[in-house]
Structures are given as structure tokens and as C-alpha cells.
């Protein structure tokens, strides 16, 4: 198969809408789906390379992985070089150590797995990861795994009926993504059965199942309507859209048709993405994908801020530049007729590299990030970053008591990753009343009923709620706590790209959950949000004791009141429609002009919203007091 222009032009929009979306989500809020382009055009190739190599009765396993190493590697290890030095010199001691992590996940290529019960992709927190952007490698490298045995079996022992094994697998890994979408997103977006329809897809085109295009003008309209599917996923969809699911059929279906339609007479669309500047972004897309995040992701963490548009923008020329000079200089020269490197050579350099990489992470993993690098004043605040509750990850999506063990409990408290910031001081102080409980807590889960929006990729928040609610009544629990980071619901929330909902559904969940909770008869309290400093308070206040600089992250009370003001008021005057009793965080955490991020020397924020358990044990007396009034 000769090369075609038009598929690097295709490259290209991918790997732009993907660069865009990381850097400026508002503009392009489905840009993600540029690696589900990338997805159908890798199993184009690789399914077209396989057949021919097949045909042509030359098939070996070793020189297919000696391809795909030449391929992906040079490249790989460059960046993984670049930004292991940058993690030493930028990373705070718990940072570096879950780098490290990452970095043997990345070169075992199991780095999704890994991301799949870390981090959720759309959410912010993603951009403190400098790997994450390897995911997309590790699904590739997995699929690709038993994709050519299985190619060759198919030709061997099912006479070459590749259309109807590739069509069956196909379907079987759609039909596995669509059904497990909801309650296992996670794992739907980031690992290999659910993604690998989209290879397949790109494999059913290449082996020529589809009649060949013969006129012109279908060409054409097929060009444009893929490239119309394309863009409408680009523009159309945002971090709060199922994906990927049946959504995913849109870039996917719309990639396939550009290919599709650029076999036949070249079409217009075909002419276009084969334009020389656009080919010449196609050709280094491999690299930029692979720069772009590692620049963007350092230059936040050191800033300890989003970008401004000026350095957005010199974020997409340093990555363009460090791509070209990836591609011509680390990419090509282990490429094509004149390759560097022999084949025994590559294999045994690759094996000492990754057991470098391997050595290296391990070292800073077991280490926990190698935190003698810094003095004990900067660890201490770097600390506050995991200054959690012990119980965090095996209560979150569950049920779990709290307090006394003793008796049964008596009060739930409920809510979003909120409630697990509060959750080991409630545990301490309903012991020392000798009161017994239970939290139920998910990522992104409001305590709000029949309000689908507040679904997490982290877990189901359906299920948490149908949960939460079979256990009050179950247990005869009489007293429901709710908490929540509230402004996260409503047209307050300081990441709009994340999830742009109306402030009327939020009102409309609320007075909904309080109408059913006291008609079940239920005595209700509502805890309102922690103030947000909105910075990350533990990095920034380590980076402000290793350079000497005077604590500058103190939020002030005016600034707290105007960014969460409209949704306290709209707590107020649903506890005061329902009869609730509220009470207000930040009146424990503030005086009169500002709100306290450290006491004692110790962050008490864990980012830039949780409170840390040193932060949530400034609010005990306030528990307290709900517990009395509550009769408890």
C-alpha cells in the first residue's frame, strides 16, 4: 500500500483537536476524540501492513514488533527521558513517587490500567500527570499484542474470512462498550476491550469488504460527511458526554469515511488534508502527541496555575518545535531503508532501556519520591497532598461506619469526595460521644435524587444514591447529613468545561432530595461547602517554603462569599423552605477578612478545594454541636 498524503492530513486533525482540547477545552470541548481518530487510522495501517506482509507469505512476528519498536520507541524514550529529569528537578517528594509509578506502567505498556484507578481523564486533576497522555500507547500496544496472531490464524485456518472474524470481535468489543459505559466508565475509556472496536473498524476498511468507490461524487459527499461527523464530535461534545460508548461511533464512523472516500478519485476532501502544511503536521503528530502534554503538564505544575493565553500559546510552539526536532532527529533516523540499528541490536537496547526506566521509577516509587532532596519545612507541606483519611479508598462508592461500633448507627453522612475530607473527623469525634454512624461518599456524586449529571468516570453515583437511600431505610436511620463540594453543581463551578449544567437543575435536584428525604419522614441537616482557595495549597505553599517566600495563598473572605455566594443562598433558602437546619463551614475556617489554609504548620487543604485531615479537624466543634442539636 503506497502512502497517502490524505491520511497524514487526517493525522493531523487529529492530533490537533487533541493538542487543543488539552490546552483550551473551551474552544474545543470534544477534542479528546482525536485519539479515536487515531485509533481507526492505526488499525487501517497495521490491518493493510499484516494482509500484505501475509499475502506476500513473509509474515514474522519478529519483524512486525521490530516495526512497531522502530515506530513508537525512539520517540517514547526521548520524552520519558525529558520528563523523568523534569519530575526531579519540579516534583514535590509524593509527586515524584506516583511518577515513578506511572513511569513503570508506561514502558510495561500497562500505564491505562493504572490511569484507569487513578485519575479520571476529564477531570483537572489529570494535568499533574505528565503520562497520562500514554494510555492511548498502552491500549495500542495491548491490542496489537494478539492482533497479528489472530490475523494469521484467521488466513490459516478460517480460509480468509477476515471480514467476518474482524466483524465479530468488532461488534462483541461496541456491544461490551456500550453496555458497561455507564456503571464502568473508567475502565470503557481507558482499557483495551472496549476500545478495540475502533482498531477493528479501521481493520474491516482495510481489507477491502466495502465495494471500491467509482464515482466522484461519492466520493465527495462521503469526504464531507466524515469530516462533518468529525467536527460535530469536536464542537458538539465536552467532558460531560458519555464517552465512549455508542458517542464514540461518531469521530470513529466519520474517520472511517475520510479513509473510505480518499480510495476512490481523490476527492476534495482528500486534496485538502493533503495540503503540504497539513501533511507536515501529519508526519510529526506521533511526536507532538507525545511532547505537547509533558510541556503543558510542567510548565502548570511549576506556574501552579491554568495559562494564561500568551503562554498558551508558547506551550503550541514549544511542543511543535520539540516535535519536529523529535521527528527529524529521533523518529527518522531508525525508520525506513537506511535505519540505524540491527534488529538484534534494537531488541537488546530496547530491553536495557526499559529496565533503566523500570530501575528508575522503582527507585522513586519505594523511596516515596526520594523526599530527602528537600528540607523537613517543604515536606511537611508537600505532605499535606495525601494528608487524608486511612479509610479513603475502600469507603469511597461504599458504605462505611464510622464512630462507635457498638450500637447501630444512627446518622448518615452523605455526599461527594467532600464528605471523605470530613469523614476522619467525624469518625473521631461521633467515638468520643460514643455515637455510631456511617459516610457514603463517591467522586462527583451530589446527594441530589434523579439528577443524572453529577455521574462520575470514577464510579456510579446512580448506585451510590440507590445505596445510600436502601441503607437508611434498611438500618432505620432518622438523621441525614448532606455535604458536597456545592458549587461544583451549579453555574458557579470554577471548571465550566467540566460540567455545564443551570443553576435551576441544581435548585431543582435540591428541593427535590429534601422534599422525598422528609417525606420519608427524615431529620435533615446541610452541611455547605469549605471555602476554595482554588490553588493548590499544599504545592504552593512547599514552593513558596523552598524558595523563602512568605505564605501568599490565604483566600479572602470577600473573594470566598462572591465565588460561592449565589449557591450558599440557594442552601439557605431551601433549608429555610424545608425546615432544615444548615451550617456554614466557613465560619469556622475564616475571621472577618480572611480563611485559614495552614494552622500549626500544616496544610489544611489537600488541593485546591478538600480539606485535609488536619483542615477538617478545625471543624469538630461545629460537628459536634449538629450532633447534639440533632438529638444524638
Not at 460521644?433 to 470514577?458: E, H, M, T, W
Request: hydrophobic share 50%; net charge positive; glycine share 8%.
Amino acid at each position: 500500500m503506497g502512502r497517502r498524503p490524505d491520511i497524514d492530513g487526517l493525522r493531523a486533525v487529529a492530533v490537533s483537536t487533541v493538542v487543543l482540547y488539552h490546552i483550551g477545552p473551551r474552544y474545543v470541548p470534544g477534542g479528546f476524540v482525536g485519539v479515536d481518530i487515531f485509533f481507526v487510522i492505526s488499525g487501517y495501517l497495521i490491518t493493510a501492513l499484516l494482509l500484505e506482509d501475509i499475502r506476500k507469505e513473509r509474515f514474522s512476528i519478529g519483524y512486525f514488533y521490530e516495526r512497531r519498536i522502530r515506530r513508537i520507541l525512539p520517540a517514547l524514550f526521548a520524552v520519558l527521558l525529558t520528563s523523568s529529569i523534569a519530575a526531579w528537578i519540579t516534583f514535590f517528594p509524593i509527586a515524584t513517587r506516583d511518577y515513578g509509578l506511572s513511569l513503570m506502567a508506561t514502558v510495561s505498556f500497562w500505564s491505562n490500567e493504572l490511569f484507569r484507578s487513578q485519575v479520571n481523564y476529564f477531570h483537572p486533576a489529570g494535568t499533574t500527570f505528565p503520562l497520562l497522555h500514554t494510555w492511548s500507547l498502552a491500549v495500542e500496544e495491548q491490542f496489537y499484542i494478539f492482533y497479528p496472531l489472530f490475523l494469521f490464524l484467521v488466513s490459516r485456518y478460517l480460509r480468509k474470512r477476515y471480514a467476518v472474524a474482524i466483524g465479530c470481535v468488532m461488534l462483541a468489543s461496541f456491544a461490551w462498550s456500550v453496555w458497561r459505559i455507564v456503571p464502568d466508565a473508567q475502565a470503557i475509556f481507558y482499557l483495551a476491550p472496549g476500545r478495540a472496536w475502533e482498531l477493528m473498524l479501521g481493520g474491516l476498511l482495510a481489507i477491502g469488504v466495502i465495494p471500491a468507490l467509482r464515482r466522484p461524487a461519492a466520493a465527495h459527499a462521503l469526504g464531507f460527511l466524515g469530516l462533518g461527523l468529525i467536527g460535530y464530535s469536536v464542537f458538539a461534545f465536552s467532558s460531560s458526554t458519555l464517552f465512549p460508548g455508542v458517542n464514540a461511533l461518531f469521530p470513529c464512523v466519520g474517520a472511517a469515511l475520510v479513509i473510505y472516500s480518499g480510495t476512490a478519485a481523490q476527492p476534495v476532501t482528500a486534496w485538502a488534508l493533503s495540503a503540504r502544511p497539513i501533511v507536515f503536521v501529519g508526519l510529526i503528530s506521533y511526536s507532538l502527541y507525545l511532547w505537547h502534554w509533558i510541556i503543558l503538564v510542567f510548565t502548570e505544575y511549576y506556574l501552579t496555575r491554568p495559562l494564561s493565553r500568551f503562554e498558551a500559546v508558547a506551550v503550541i510552539v514549544a511542543s511543535l518545535l520539540a516535535a519536529t526536532l523529535s521527528w527529524r532527529f529521533v523518529e527518522n533516523p531508525f525508520r525506513g531503508r537506511g535505519a540505524i540499528c540491527t534488529r538484534s541490536a534494537l531488541f537488546a537496547g530496547t530491553a536495557l532501556i526499559v529496565l533503566l526506566f523500570a530501575a528508575g521509577g522503582a527507585l522513586a516509587y519505594f523511596t516515596n519520591g526520594l523526599p530527602n532532596r528537600y528540607s523537613s519545612a517543604v515536606q511537611t507541606m508537600a505532605a499535606g497532598a495525601v494528608d487524608s483519611w486511612s479509610r479513603w479508598d475502600r469507603c469511597k462508592f461504599n458504605i462505611c461506619r464510622v464512630g462507635s461500633q457498638a450500637d447501630d448507627a444512627s446518622f448518615i453522612l452523605w455526599g461527594d469526595s467532600h464528605v471523605g475530607s470530613l469523614a476522619p473527623m467525624v469518625d473521631r469525634e461521633a467515638f468520643a460521644l460514643n455515637r455510631s454512624g456511617v459516610v457514603a461518599f463517591g467522586y462527583g456524586c451530589a446527594p441530589l435524587l434523579q439528577v443524572k449529571y453529577s455521574d462520575s468516570g470514577f464510579g456510579d453515583c446512580s448506585k451510590l444514591r440507590s445505596t445510600a437511600l436502601d441503607y437508611i431505610a434498611k438500618h432505620h436511620i432518622e438523621n441525614v447529613f448532606l455535604h458536597a463540594r456545592w458549587g461544583l453543581y451549579t453555574d458557579e463551578n470554577p471548571f465550566d468545561d467540566l460540567r455545564k449544567k443551570k443553576f435551576a437543575e441544581f435548585e431543582w435536584g435540591l428541593r427535590s432530595t429534601l422534599g422525598e428525604l422528609q417525606r420519608r419522614k427524615l431529620n435533615v441537616a446541610i452541611i455547605a461547602s469549605v471555602p476554595e482557595p482554588r490553588v493548590d495549597v499544599p504545592m504552593v505553599l512547599a514552593r513558596h517554603s523552598l524558595s523563602g517566600l512568605p505564605e501568599t495563598v490565604a483566600p479572602l473572605l470577600s473573594d470566598i462569599m462572591r465565588n460561592q455566594g449565589h449557591t450558599l443562598e440557594a442552601l439557605r433558602r431551601a433549608a429555610d423552605e424545608y425546615s432544615v437546619r444548615i451550617v456554614y463551614p466557613h465560619r469556622v475556617l475564616c475571621d472577618t477578612s480572611t480563611c485559614l489554609v495552614t494552622k500549626d504548620g500544616w496544610p489544611l487543604y489537600m488541593d485546591e478545594s478538600h480539606l485535609s485531615t488536619h483542615g477538617a479537624m478545625i471543624l469538630a466543634p461545629m460537628f459536634t454541636k449538629l450532633l447534639r442539636e440533632s438529638g444524638l
